[in-house]
């Protein structure tokens, strides 16, 4: 997903982590979005990203780096440097 929605010159880094995050490994989280559809079940690499600050398991994020798209979706990007926070920026 990280890969589709840069090529469509989709903001997917907030702020400060257009520069600084992982480039798509899983490590960082800063590419955390929601995402309902059909999308393919969390890894482990994601499940443990996902569990550290500033993320909790309860707030229905994934990592689009690590996110294949299997039909239809519809993903919102959030506010904080992680999209971690309540504010919507986007949704596509």
Not at 39 to 63: D, I, Q
Request: some cysteine.
């Amino acid at each position: 997903m990280r890969k589709v929605l840069l090529e469509n010159n989709v903001e997917l880094y907030n702020g400060n982590s257009k520069m600084i995050n992982c480039r798509g490994i899983g490590s960082c989280g800063t590419c955390a979005v929601a995402v309902q559809g059909e999308v393919s079940e969390p890894n482990w690499k994601e499940k443990t990203r996902l569990e550290l600050p500033p993320h909790s398991s309860n707030n229905n994020r994934r990592l689009a780096c690590q996110i294949k798209v299997n039909g239809n979706v519809r993903v919102t990007k959030y506010d904080g440097f992680w999209g971690q926070g309540s504010g919507v920026v986007w949704t596509s």
